[in-house]
């Protein structure tokens, strides 16, 4: 009586496991897949990060939990500042989630890089970065950039980097300063997660962002190694716009907001 039960139990197990080993073998494969499509893309040093029109620099949080200044934040601030100084981009689209009256991600951006002496007319604030995908797909439709430079930590740049080919951008990778803090581990086991998402976001389920809108050119202004080449009307111009003290932006509800 009981030799029948066990039989069906054994190989209900057997089944299980071969479900569950064949899962994990899908969700590896997944993973370096991503992986080796953006291997060579990404440069760890910032010195030696190339150039780009655009650097797009991804939102997160600017406090941990506990209450302490996220180093995740810190560090791609750092980096989007270091890469403005150094001419390697010209512009910066800063990215970030917005969904609440009382957390804005881009306009903490903005103050900070603001801080970094970036100049407002090198920042282009979108406050409807809600996720990687979201913030590439709006870069790509609402502010019609084709060429750009990543901003973000190493571990983010594979997947932000592979979405960014999918849509059909020519992007390249500069991974932002990070130092060893608690919990990165949980960060990295999470984006091996989201990047089995990720292939199902764009090839299963076509995947649309939130928000888009009217297509609003980023205005790149003229760097100050470029101003000698400029005509006199062309660099009076530039000189009027960039005086206004207030960063370019793009919200769901307002093609171009100015921060409060």
Sequence with gaps: MHRP??????????????LALLATLLFALANFYVLGRTQGKIEDELSQCGSEPVGIVFGTSHWTRSGTRNPHFEG????????IHLGRVD??????????????????????????????????????????????????????????LLVTQAWHLPRALFIGEALGLE???????????TGLWRLKLREWVARVATLGDL??????????????????????????????????????????DTARG?????????PR
């Design 171 to 181: 992007v390249r990778g500069c991974a932002a300063p990070e130092r060893a803090v």
């Design 203 to 244: 090839y299963l389920w076509e995947r649309e962002p939130h928000f888009l809108g009217p297509l609003e050119p980023l205005q790149i202004m003229p760097r100050e190694r470029d101003r000698l080449l400029l005509p006199p009307g062309v660099l009076n111009a530039s000189d009027a716009a960039s005086g206004d």
């Design 91 to 148: 512009h910066l689209l800063i990215s970030g989630d917005n969904s609440t009256r009382y957390y804005n991600e881009p306009v903490t951006m903005w103050r900070d890089l603001r801080g970094r002496d970036v100049r407002d007319e090198d920042m282009t604030l979108d406050y409807a970065g809600f996720s990687t995908f979201d913030t590439l797909a709006r870069a790509r439709d609402v502010f019609g950039v084709e060429r750009a």
């Design 5 to 18: 039960f066990w039989k069906v139990f054994k190989a209900v197990l057997m089944s299980l496991g071969a």
């Design 76 to 83: 791609r601030m750092g980096a989007a500042a270091h890469l």
């Design 250 to 258: 793009s919200a769901p509800d307002s093609p171009s907001s100015t």
